[in-house]
């Protein structure tokens, strides 16, 4: 087995734990959409082009609950800006390569993938680029996957809602956010978040997941600048 080889065959398996992680995430989302009237196909083609487990979802709900499409795009925008951090993280590691592998490499750097994203020699090579791909696209195929058989599952059971399988987002999410939590800064960050969504979620505001992000990014920049404060007056 060669090298390329041995880096596709450890981006998959690297990401496997992850990918069997999200099933009930995905299924959730495909039976979810099925069952608030979008059609197969839309369900299908909102992960094969959206890929954006937490979009999708919010999406679908706010769809559903016929929310103005301004709310829909601002909402999506804000949980999606996310991804443009991610992509500034990495920019330097990526920026000399060429467009061929930069652009798969931005199409598949979810969540997920990004937590790979921090060893110093990340995407600097073509080895570990490849590595990278192989563990992106299985990721998509998987979720891809998991999408359809909620769509099926949609389609021919009861719903699925009450199941409790939207537990797997916040598992996936707390396993992804507590390895990164390494200052007072990005404690306060998910503290406030956490926080705040609770209260806005159970008071009934609709933006109750832009305005808890907007909030946690807030106070996790004003705990960095005072403590940087302190430790310059030190």
Known sequence: ????????LK??????????????????CGSLAIQNGFSALETQAMSLLVFAG????????????????????????????????????????????????????????TDELFAFSHHRKA?????????????????????????????????MLPDLTHLGLDFAIAATFIALVIPGIKNLASLVTVIVAGV?????KSSGFELWLVCAALLA???GYLTTRVTRNKDSNQ
């Open 11 to 28: 981006g998959f398996l690297d990401m496997l734990p992850l990918c069997l992680a999200v099933i009930p995430w995905g299924v959730l």
């Open 54 to 109: 937490s979009v999708q979802l919010v999406a679908i709900e706010l769809v559903a609950g016929n929310t103005p499409l301004l709310t829909i795009l601002f909402t999506s925008f804000i949980i999606s800006s996310r991804h443009f951090l991610y992509g500034l993280a990495v920019r330097h590691k990526v920026i000399e390569q060429p467009l061929r592998w930069r652009l798969p490499v931005s199409f598949v750097l």
């Open 1 to 8: 087995m060669n090298s390329s080889s041995r880096a596709i």
């Open 123 to 155: 995407y600097r090579t073509k080895i570990r680029l490849i590595y990278a791909l192989s563990a992106g696209f299985s990721f998509y195929i998987a979720w891809n996957l998991w999408t359809l058989i909620g769509i099926v599952a949609g389609s």
């Open 196 to 200: 705040s969504a609770t209260v806005f």
């Open 217 to 219: 990014m807030s106070a």
